[in-house]
Nanobody, 128 residues
């Protein structure tokens, strides 16, 4: 059973930084696309960044240069990380990690319906 568990959210002031992590377990496919989405109240879930099994990354234009996605592997677990810098109030949202076994899910623009596995989210709040 695939499980994704996010951590690292919090409240920061504008200009601050956070590191979001997502522990992925039970994933047995050799190929993948893993990504981060966010959803603010009243808005659609939007793709932020993704990385696929060949190391290629995709970023939303709104976060390019400020967010960096990476993945680390430790035995049976993968940890998906999102380093976020220069945070803005408009970055405030619930951040979700997601995974899918099709590398094509990482193509821009990222669409939430292309991802089959989801975490429960971690809240990021940026104050001005």
């Amino acid at each position: 059973q695939v499980q994704l568990v996010e951590s690292g959210g919090g409240s920061v002031q504008a200009g601050g930084s956070l590191r979001l992590s997502c522990e992925v377990s039970g994933y047995t496919y050799s190929s993948y696309c893993m990504g981060w989405f966010r959803q603010a109240p009243g808005k659609e879930r939007e793709g932020v960044a993704a990385i696929n099994s060949d190391g290629s990354t995709t970023y939303a234009d709104s976060v390019k240069g400020r967010f960096t996605i990476s993945i680390s592997k430790d035995n049976a677990k993968n940890t998906l990380n999102l380093q976020v810098h220069s945070l803005k109030p408009e970055d405030t949202a619930m951040y979700y990690c997601a995974a899918d076994h099709l590398g094509g899910s990482c193509l821009s623009p990222l669409n939430f319906y292309d991802f089959g596995y989801w975490g429960q989210g971690t809240q990021v709040t940026v104050s001005s």
